[in-house]
């Protein structure tokens, strides 16, 4: 069984940054992936790496602010969130999943979630 768990979040003012890690355990080489949730929206997609290579894909609203890295002798992957937004506040997931496909949204596998707050 895969678990994962979220650290980092916290309240920031708008144009500074945070950042986010995520320790997995219990299985190794999968492609991670972040997500978040605001209030009364949707979960959206964030960011993703790929086991092997460090494929990257971001969403449009973060591409250019965030960074998603990895450290595959910790089992760990980080988001590091630059310049941010109120629009930015959510609880951010971490997500993980078998295939190196960045591009996939089928993940099996989430964390609990990070409150992450943003204000003006």
């Known amino acids: 069984q895969v678990q994962l768990v979220e650290s980092g979040g916290g309240w920031v003012q708008a144009g500074t940054s945070l950042r986010l890690s995520c320790a997995a355990s219990?299985?190794?080489?999968?492609?991670m992936g972040w997500f978040r949730q605001a209030p009364g929206k949707e979960r959206e997609f964030v960011a993703a790496?790929?086991?092997?290579?460090?494929?990257?894909y971001y969403a449009d609203s973060v591409n250019g602010r965030f960074t998603i890295s990895r450290d595959n002798a910790k089992n760990t992957v980080a988001l590091q969130m630059n310049s941010l937004k109120p629009e930015d506040t959510a609880v951010y997931y971490c997500a993980a999943k078998a295939g190196p496909n960045v591009r996939n949204m089928e993940y099996s596998y989430w964390g609990q979630g990070t409150q992450v707050t943003v204000s003006s």
């Open positions: 219990g299985r190794s080489s999968l492609t």
């Open positions: 790496i790929s086991w092997i290579g460090g494929s990257t």
